[in-house]
């Protein structure tokens, strides 16, 4: 079965430490997004990779980094320098970013709780 | 950039019609989705525009008129399983989508 994968569904980690998040695709598709989603919010976008070994800043970029090795394969991690981390995370892919009618698929989401 | 409004809560009985508006401001369009999101769930996509029009998939309906920036999701015989999170989301020629707020549909019996 193709899909996007996260784990895990639930993290909680102590302020100051570094966290990274995974995000694995097996639909082929070219890009790949990461969101952050706030109580009553809607998603706000923090990076995005269009092709590997290539990444773009989103709206919320500061305080996290990621990277794109591999064309399934898009980790987040969550440092210090942000804020306030406690948020549900979403990664999402598309088959190809600049096509008009493909819609992002999404994975389950990681809730991430900074004690 | 590119900017999003919705209404934040709407509410509506069983059986009936709701209809959720949405406006937007964007350089570059490139297509409007609309996304469906339950509590603690990712969002499920809905429905696609890119030229002016409706498009009808079941008891769901999506319009867009690009002229006014100006969509809305028409949901029709409301059922308690509708109750749930409505995403807008505007994407542009980069490949970037920016969502909405999302608008919290309450179905009542």
């Known amino acids: 079965d193709g899909g996007i994968t996260q784990s895990p569904k639930y993290l909680f980690r102590k302020e100051g430490q570094n966290v990274t998040l995974s995000c694995e695709q097996n639909l082929n598709h070219d890009a790949m997004y990461w969101y952050r989603q706030d109580p009553g919010q809607g998603l706000r976008l923090i990076y995005y990779s269009q092709i590997v070994n290539d990444f773009q800043k989103g709206d919320i970029a500061e305080g996290y980094s990621v990277s794109r090795e591999k064309k399934e394969s898009f980790p987040l991690t969550v440092t210090s320098a942000q804020k306030n981390p406690t948020a549900f995370y979403l990664c999402a892919s598309i088959e190809g970013p600049g096509l008009a009618g493909h819609e992002q698929f999404f994975g389950p989401g990681t809730r991430l709780t900074v004690l | 950039g590119q900017n999003i409004d919705q209404p934040t809560e709407m509410t509506a009985t069983e059986g009936a019609i709701v209809q959720i508006n949405c406006t937007y401001q964007?350089?570059?369009?490139?297509?409007l989705f609309w996304y469906q999101q339950h509590a603690a769930e990712a969002p499920t996509f809905l429905s696609y525009?890119?030229?002016?029009g409706l498009e009808e998939k079941g008891r769901f309906s999506s319009f867009l008129s690009r002229s006014k920036g100006y969509s809305y999701l028409l949901l029709k015989e409301l059922q308690m399983k509708d109750s749930a999170s409505y995403l807008c989301?505007?994407?542009?020629?980069?490949?970037?989508?920016?969502f909405g707020d999302g608008t919290t549909l309450t179905v009542k019996p």
């Open positions: 525009n890119v030229l002016d």
């Open positions: 989301a505007v994407k542009n020629n980069a490949g970037k989508s920016t």
């Open positions: 964007t350089s570059g369009f490139n297509g």
